[in-house]
């Protein structure tokens, strides 16, 4: 989703944080759709993996993922500052089956509200200090598991083995050590995902409170 017109006034950045599974993106989604007057965009930080092209194919299953090195975080702070100016990006397009950048970038558009998601997104101090509100979503852990377990299986190609092996040997411990830790930095803590309508309708009327008072907060 793209902004239809760049924001007369600074974006209000909300981060959308929580494990592999909990729902980030249905919670972003949810209320991106709550805000049809407003020009919104979802970043998601997924897109920032760094490249893996230079490294054999057979061996780029074996890499950590979940570790906050994954991620060009630099670039991605780089963008949302040019989207704070008013400025255009042009996002990376990761392609998760291969595990490398395509060569296309999607143009993005700055926008009144931008929703930053990502299971590392609190726990990066820069990207912290640029969110006027910060989320983590909650989930039970079996469910998060299946859920995970679910998409790696049907959108990115892999197996059930390397699904479950990937999950044990870096999701989990990952998740313990830095993402779950990220949550003491949430404004809001949202358990049940994208299917917490009060929590979500709060959330948008925080927003709106927000966007009402020019930033003022």
């Known amino acids: 989703m793209t902004g239809s017109a760049p924001p007369s006034r600074k974006p209000v950045i909300i981060g959308v944080s929580g494990g592999t599974g909990s729902g980030k993106t249905t919670v972003a989604k949810k209320v991106a759709s709550s805000l049809l007057d407003e020009s919104v965009i979802i970043i998601h930080h997924d897109s920032y993996y760094h490249d893996q092209a230079k490294i054999p ?94 998409r790696d299986i049907s959108d990115r190609g892999r197996t059930v083995e390397s699904a479950i092996e990937q999950y044990m040997e870096t999701v989990k411990p990952m998740h313990l050590e830095f993402v779950a830790p990220s949550k003491r930095y949430a404004d809001l803590i949202i358990p049940g995902g994208g299917y917490n309508t009060i929590a979500i309708d709060l959330l948008v009327t925080k927003i709106r409170d927000v966007l009402g008072a020019g930033n003022s907060h």
Do not use: S
Request: cysteine-free; aromatic content about 6%; charged content about 40%.
């Open 57 to 150: 194919r057979t061996d780029r299953e074996r890499l950590n993922y979940d570790h906050p090195a994954a991620f060009d975080t630099a670039l991605l702070t780089r963008h949302i500052e040019r989207l704070i100016a008013g400025k255009p990006i042009k996002k990376p397009v990761y392609d998760f089956k291969t595990h490398t950048r395509l060569p296309e970038r999607e143009t993005v558009k700055p926008a009144h509200v931008i929703l930053l998601e990502g299971i590392l997104v609190l726990e990066d101090e820069p990207l912290r200090e640029m969110m006027d509100i910060k989320i983590y979503v909650e989930a039970d852990d079996d469910e998060r598991f299946i859920r995970r377990l679910t």
